[in-house]
């Protein structure tokens, strides 16, 4: 798989310096998607060790399993408040966990969905953006052609890679995307290079 999406990525000659310098990806599916979610919620505006460290006092919560949705109901937001969350991302993890529970969210349900049908279908949940969304459909759901277009990463790496301007806002993203097109169906094994080159590797 790794030969396959690095050969198309490398038919963009910016691109496949970067691909080149770092490791192969292979992209992973999970089972627990509202847990997912959670956690994913949990970990924004934090530092990847903060949002570690949140994460496992959670699960702490449960003794160290996943825990269910009910579970995750049943939490007092005083109790998610005490592993430090903010007042918001307690509701917003209580919510999550409703929406599961009276919707349904299992990664079968969701695998019958194309992309914006899964975007259109979490985003109403309060809390829950397209940018969160976008995370999920890469690393739960297993989405290889997903672009993750408002992310600041993703566009600082693209303003350093191909010298795209931010002041035009609209012609900014259009530039963004015309060149992602070229990546397509590989856009998310793309993102997560971008996101390497950024941080340094």
């Known amino acids: 798989m790794a030969a396959e999406y690095k050969l198309h990525l490398s038919k963009d000659k910016r691109l496949k310096k970067v691909v080149e310098a770092q490791e192969d990806l292979s992209i992973r599916h999970r089972k627990n998607i509202a847990l997912y ?26 003794g160290g399993k996943e825990p269910t949705a009910q579970q995750i109901v049943d939490t007092p937001l005083t109790t998610l408040r005490s592993i430090g969350l903010s007042n918001a991302k307690c509701q917003y993890v209580h919510n999550v966990a409703k929406f599961e529970l009276e919707h349904g969210m299992d990664a079968k ?3 019958k969905m194309d992309n914006e049908e899964v975007i259109a279908y979490l985003t109403p949940i309060k809390g829950v953006g ?13 989405r290889e052609d997903v672009f993750a277009i408002d992310d600041l990463g993703i566009q600082n790496a693209m303003i350093g890679i191909y010298k795209l301007s931010r002041e035009d806002k609209k012609k900014f993203k259009e530039d963004m995307l015309k060149v992602s097109k070229k990546w397509s169906p590989y856009r998310t094994y793309a993102c997560v290079h971008l996101w390497r080159w950024k941080d340094g590797e």
Do not use: H, N, P
């Not at 979610?37 to 449960?62: E, N, P, T, W």
């Open 37 to 62: 979610l959670c956690g994913s919620i949990m970990s924004q505006q934090l530092s990847i060790k903060v949002a570690a460290v949140i994460y496992q006092r959670f699960l702490d919560l449960f």
């Open 130 to 142: 397209r940018w969160t969304v976008e995370m999920l459909l890469m690393f739960a759901l297993g």
């Open 109 to 111: 349900k969701l695998a």
